[in-house]
């Protein structure tokens, strides 16, 4: 089942925060977030395993909800090298199913 | 540190006809996995390996096949090749097949496939 994200877009200004959420009706085994910039390939941020998981690394970071239903994305003091969009998926047997994607665009 | 190997990078090919994706996993992967993207979409996972065996498959049509050799590289074939396949695609490898909930796939910079 292919998780929901939101919001679709964002567009900041260098420095700003951004929260991206996905979202599943049924409980997830995983969430895997990645980034991926134009004609590129998504690039691992980071894996989510447990409920109410909060992990992070620099200025991303990431939750997962107690009931593993919904994970967030964390984007502080965002710079313009995090522009790109940003996936979610969830993680089964043998393959990830990425939501739609969230397309964030940073101004300078 | 090593990565994803995909040849080729581009690939230009008229319908009907065929082709074929070569991915060269990460050194000690054991899991392979592709993914068809097209523009402005989200990546659709078409089928993975595990130790040379076929452990999922998604969205694949029936004309393309794929399989992992004892190398663990992998490959997709692509037969009777229509317009609609034109699109991005990825191989991604991890390690532990069984378990790959819990382990992140490292995607390599993929295969441009444009179909005339």
């Known amino acids: 089942q292919q998780p929901v994200q939101s919001p679709q877009a964002v567009i900041l200004r260098e420095g700003e925060d951004a929260v991206i959420n996905c979202s599943s009706s049924k409980a997830l085994y995983s969430v895997h977030w990645y980034r991926q910039k134009h004609g590129e390939a998504p690039v691992f941020l980071m894996i989510?395993?447990?409920?109410?998981e909060q992990k992070g690394h620099d200025k991303i970071s990431a939750s997962f909800n107690e009931k593993k239903q919904q994970s967030s994305l964390y984007l502080t003091a965002s710079q313009l090298s995090y522009s790109g969009t940003y996936f979610c998926g969830t993680g089964g047997n043998d393959k990830i199913i990425f939501g739609k994607g969230t397309r964030l665009h940073i101004l300078p | 540190a090593a990565g994803v190997i995909q040849s080729p990078r581009h690939l230009i090919k008229e319908k009907r006809e065929t082709a074929t994706l070569k991915c060269y996993p990460i050194?000690?992967?054991?899991?392979v996995y592709w993914y068809q993207q097209g523009p402005g979409q989200d990546p659709q996972f078409l089928i993975s390996f595990y130790e040379k065996m076929q452990s999922d498959k998604g969205s694949i049509p029936d004309r393309f096949s794929a399989q992992q050799f004892s190398d663990y590289h992998s490959e997709l074939n692509m037969s009777s090749l229509e317009l609609g396949d034109s699109a991005l695609y990825f191989c991604a490898s991890s390690l532990g097949g069984l378990a790959v909930s819990y382990n992140e796939q490292f995607f390599g910079p993929g295969t441009r496939l444009t179909v005339l």
């Open positions: 989510l395993l447990k409920g109410g």
């Open positions: 050194p000690r992967h054991d899991t």
